[in-house]
């Protein structure tokens, strides 16, 4: 079992660096813009103004669902980072400097726009085709920037899939009213 995990890893380790310097000698100036512009709907930032904005337009199970994910998703990534230490793929357009985690495993912007995606798709307000495009767009937009390898970022996918399924189960356990006195009470914290 052991040697077969280790031609596994292998298998993925080389198909991840061809995958970087395929992308990387593929780059054009105008994708270059496109995926640098998409990609920061990953981001910490955005998440926090998306939910901000579910929760300003009253789309409380959005707002409680995302909520709930993305905070998974933090601590998923942010562990996983902080134990595999993984460095950047070479040739990046961009770099993540000055940030409190950078490591490339796994991909925390494709984790958060899955998270988004998933919300969309279980909304009546929200647009599920545009949430899936986005989403795509910012998973392809990583890889294509350098910041991240390929399992880096379908890890990010599986991890943003995982913890809206927990975040589901997790708020269909708990009454309406218990989660509305968990968020209110972190709507007071300032």
């Known amino acids: 079992m052991e040697e ?7 298998a993925l380790t080389t198909l991840d660096t061809q995958v970087a310097y395929g992308v990387a000698a593929a780059r054009t100036p105008l994708a270059t813009k496109l995926f640098t512009s998409v990609t920061g709907l990953g981001s910490a930032t955005a998440a926090l103004v998306l939910v901000g904005l579910f ?105 943003g899939v995982l913890a809206f399924l927990l975040a589901g189960r997790v708020l269909a356990r708990y009454s309406d009213q218990a989660a509305a006195d968990v968020w209110g009470a972190l709507s007071r914290v300032r």
């Open 55 to 159: 929760r300003a337009a009253g789309w409380t199970r959005a707002f409680r669902r995302a909520g709930v994910a993305l905070a998974v998703c933090g601590v998923a990534v942010g562990t996983l980072m902080l134990t595999v230490q993984r460095p950047f793929p070479p040739q990046p357009v961009c770099t993540t400097a000055g940030e409190s985690v950078a490591t490339s495993f796994p991909s925390g912007h494709a984790a958060s726009a899955t998270v988004f995606a998933l919300v969309a798709h279980r909304s009546e307000a929200l647009p599920t085709a545009v949430g899936a495009v986005l989403a795509a767009a910012v998973a392809v937009s990583r890889v294509y920037l350098g910041t991240h390898y390929l399992t880096d970022t379908v890890a990010g996918v599986v991890i």
């Open 4 to 10: 077969l995990l280790s031609a596994l890893f292998e």
